[in-house]
């Protein structure tokens, strides 16, 4: 059971992201952590533990990773020190130092203070006349805790900018954060919790992590991009958004997985490749690569499985109802498979389904046809090119979980 292997490790993590979600305003401070306390299976922070423990002491510089979690500024306790510096004044807070506390008075210079970190001794590094031998740790580094937490920051922060754009009243069974607290406070807060995950990611130590969150951030908005319709654009704008053709190997289909890409497999791709990084993974070592395609696979199987219960009864997933994705207005996988047999669903597809009776009859189409079989089928291929990867890994409790979950994956309800 991948959850009970690390249920400490996610309670854990569940507790801290109250003191990194923490602002001046407190207003801010509620609806930033107002999805943290209707939680979701917590599947992206998971899927960063089991990375980490099936590939710590595969990469190369490991033993470089491990000697800084313990004496340099990638300690748990460097990392929990709040993200808003002490000697910068970044927002007002009365705990901080009188010469910070304050806009009364003007700034004056500070003297700087200087700490100094010890180097890992040249011992740890590998050397051609002692290559590095993999050999799983099975332990988890306080950087990659740490990464585990930003994901759900930027996977959070993704979910208020979508329930505004999306205009949902719900989110997991319970109001969302447009719903409780109004459009503009539900997008400042997730541009908070951006700007948090930020500060956190800039202390991991590693550029390539930083330029692989990044990448995430951007990729979300793209995809969001690639998900709008005309009927989103002001009248007259014309921006090209997506391509006409409804065959499966043509423009729209092709849209619809790359959407499903940069919307939900991004993050869990370049997360846990990201927490193989911060294992001591190096260029040229497969580990990063086996990280990415898993995720990669596994995260389009998520999506299509969602489409997928779009179509079933509502009540498990917390959605207003059957068929929300077509009252948005989007064609996913089922919808473009049934197109294929019956035709007719072409002009609803094209406008919206924006017309009266376009909802239901495109429902009952869909049920009426294969396109819920072999959208499933598609999920299944990539579920079982994700097992496929792993077996480059050696076996471990941590593979193990990873295959479990990527079963829950294509067999859930929710």
Known sequence: DPHALFSAEIARIQSQLCNLLTSSHPSLTEIASYYFRHPSKQIRPLLVLLFSRATNGLGS?????AWAAEHSRLREEELDAPLTRPDVLCDFNPSMPDHTASFNMPFNLHSPSRRTYPSPPSSLYPSPSSPHVPVLSHSILPTQMRLAQIVEMIHVASLLHDDVIDKSPLRRGAPSGPAAFGNKLAVLGGDFLLGRASA??????????????????ANLVEGEILQMSPSDLPEGASIPL???????????????????????AALMAKGIRAAVVLGGC????????????YGRNLGLAFQLVDDILDFSSSGSLGKPGSGADLRLGLATGPVLYAAEEYPELELMIARGFDQEGDVERALTLVHASSGVARTRELALAHADKAREVLQLLPPSDAREGLV???ERVVKRVW
């Open 61 to 65: 510089h490991f033993p470089v990773k």
């Open 242 to 264: 997506t391509s006409s053709s409804a065959s499966p190997t043509g423009g729209r289909w092709s849209t619809y997985l790359r959407k499903t890409y940069l919307k939900t």
């Open 404 to 406: 479990a979950l990527t």
């Open 282 to 293: 190096r260029d040229g070592e497969v580990w990063k690569e086996v990280a990415y395609a």
């Open 200 to 217: 956190a990611i800039s202390r991991l130590g590693s550029a390539e992590v930083v330029e692989l969150c990044a990448g995430v951030i």
